[in-house]
């Protein structure tokens, strides 16, 4: 299932610029010293993106044509495809491709984004305005209610995906409404900024939207007439600048903004869970660990216990029979009292049942001890699996 939308591109190199690298300064320019990208996936009809704006730009001159290409966003849903599936990656680009060819007999380059503040997997299609066919201009699948929507619907039943019950517009997002307005201008610079820090994780709020504004630079105003409005220096005069967050794109507006807050919410959250559960199953390892250590102890205590309480007895034994002997000896030979073995053996067991039952209340008392830990572990193992199992995903939008 996908949503999907059109505007005219004048600039290829800032349409793909974007798609490839993004809009935050700092972020492109690490991509370009690393040679690293933001595509997911990426799939081009010509030998390379750049091979591909330096056709657009001369085609255009060639002809006279303001438009150098057309940019279509196509947006799939989490619910059919996840932005995790390395295979589901492929396959919407594989989508992406074959939507281009469906519309139009022209160069194409597909990028598939798996990075947007909302969290869902997205293609940016680009196809060159001229028709390799005919050699003018493109004229079909230009607009979304000029046949855009019918093709990418019947592309969907084609190929086995969902396809919207009710068909809507899909709303601009800012990768296309940045198009209406001038590269380096007030507005394109400051929507730049605003998605940037939309798509900052720490987002998740207005008052953690405010801070990383302010750290673009970007101040954010609410009234009762205007709604959300964004105020900036401007470069060319000095002076501060705004705009209504309507006029840039619904994304950067309240309500826009929320479903954003909300994606970027549920992800802290997941994360914090996953560490407290990170957390639970190391603590309920060293118990276990814990645990097998104390009953190999008290086994070896045991062992040696017994071991002692043999030798003990064999003393006691040897012991009694020398008293014995001695005795008899001392008067050589002649009758004496007699000795009462009975009571001597008597005595012995006593002793030993004694020693044992010392020992039987030591292992009691390791017992209970050991029984307690298993208890607080089987107590951590469940809310453990508690967790795991309340967890739950969502998603918001963005570009």
């Not at 798609?19 to 972020?27: C, H, I, T, V």
């Not at 997911?40 to 303001?66: D, I, N, Q, T, Y």
């Not at 074959?98 to 940016?124: C, F, I, P, Q, Y």
């Not at 014995?324 to 012995?348: H, T």
Request: aromatic residues 6%; hydrophobic residues 30%.
């Amino acid at each position: 299932m996908s949503t999907v939308n059109v505007k005219p591109s004048r600039s290829a190199s800032d349409s793909v610029g974007y798609a490839l690298y993004g809009n935050d300064k700092d972020k492109r320019t690490e991509h370009v010293q690393t040679g690293t990208d933001r595509a997911a996936a990426m799939s081009c009809s010509v030998e390379s993106p750049w091979a591909f704006v330096a056709r657009a730009e001369a085609l255009a001159r060639a002809h006279g044509r303001k438009n150098e290409l057309y940019s279509y966003t196509q947006n799939f849903s989490p619910d059919e495809f996840g932005k995790n599936d390395r295979g589901h990656v492929q396959r919407v680009n594989e989508l992406g491709v074959k939507l281009a060819e469906r519309m139009h007999s022209a160069d194409h380059l597909v990028v598939t984004h798996a990075d947007s503040a909302g969290g869902h997997l997205h293609n940016h299609i680009y196809v060159i305005n001229h028709d390799n066919l005919t050699g003018k201009s493109l004229q079909r699948n230009t607009s979304w209610k000029n046949g855009l929507r019918q093709a990418n619907d019947e592309l969907m039943q084609d190929e086995g995906c969902q396809v919207l019950p009710s068909p809507e517009q899909a709303k601009p997002d800012w990768s296309q409404r940045r198009e209406d307005f001038a590269s380096g201008g007030f507005e394109r610079i400051l929507g730049d900024k605003v998605a940037a820090s939309l798509r900052d994780k720490r987002s998740v709020d207005r008052a953690g939207f405010t801070e990383v504004l302010d750290e673009h630079g970007v101040a954010l105003a609410e009234t009762q007439r205007d709604g959300w409005t964004y105020k900036m220096r401007r470069a060319d005069n000095g002076k501060l600048g705004r705009k209504k967050a309507t006029g840039l794109t619904p994304e950067f507006t309240a309500e826009g903004a929320q479903q954003i807050f909300e994606f970027h919410e549920n992800n802290r959250q997941k994360e914090q869970s996953n560490e407290h559960s990170r957390r639970d199953e190391e603590r309920a390892a060293g118990d276990r660990a814990e645990l097998d250590g104390v009953e190999s102890v008290g086994a070896y205590e045991r062992r040696r216990h017994r071991s002692g309480q043999q030798a003990d007895e064999g003393r006691e034994r040897t012991e009694v029979v020398s008293a014995i002997r001695d005795r008899g000896n001392r008067q050589g030979g002649a009758e004496g009292p007699a000795v009462d073995l009975a009571a001597v053996r008597q005595q012995v067991v006593a002793d030993r049942e004694r020693r044992e039952q010392t020992e039987r209340d030591r292992e009691h008392a390791q017992s209970v001890r050991a029984e307690s830990r298993r208890e607080a572990a089987a107590e951590r193992l469940a809310e453990l699996d508690r967790r795991s199992a309340n967890e739950s995903s969502s998603y918001g939008l963005g570009d």
